[in-house]
């Protein structure tokens, strides 16, 4: 499986199979799962704790698979919410990317890195 090849569907079906082998749906509520991923995105973060920006880049490098079953607990935990809460991503993406740029609109906010409210 590869992302090119791979529907967010297809992963959806595939973590929810896991769950279920496992009977796991019944401690997944929203608060759980919400938390679960943000302590794995912290877990992702910790990769860099005290690494200088332009240093980031060895360091992804040298800990590469250890970084990537990082974010793959970010995306497995994200779509264990998505299912848990019936949310459909990519429709929560598209509609997230229009209100993004409407905010930020191009002319604006291109090469900067104000927040919305500062442009």
């Known amino acids: 499986m590869q992302d ?6 297809d992963l959806k079906e595939q973590i929810k199979e896991f769950m279920q082998e ?12 919400s938390m ?5 995105a912290a ?3 910790e990769h860099f704790m005290w690494v200088e920006s332009a240093d980031s880049h060895t360091v992804f490098e040298t800990k590469r698979d250890a970084i990537e ?6 995306a497995i935990l994200l779509l264990e919410f998505c ?3 019936k949310i459909d991503l990519t429709e929560a ?5 229009a209100l993004n740029a409407h905010k930020y609109p191009v002319e604006k906010a ?6 919305y409210t500062e442009l």
Request: glycine letters at 2%; charged letters at 25%.
């Open 4 to 9: 090119r090849t791979t529907t967010v569907t």
């Open 22 to 33: 496992r009977d796991w749906v019944q401690f997944h509520s929203a608060k759980n799962v």
């Open 36 to 40: 679960a991923l943000a302590c794995e």
């Open 43 to 45: 877990e992702l973060m």
């Open 69 to 74: 079953h990082e974010v793959a607990d970010v």
């Open 83 to 85: 299912i848990t809460n």
């Open 93 to 97: 993406i598209q509609t997230k990317m």
């Open 110 to 115: 291109k090469g900067k890195t104000l927040k």
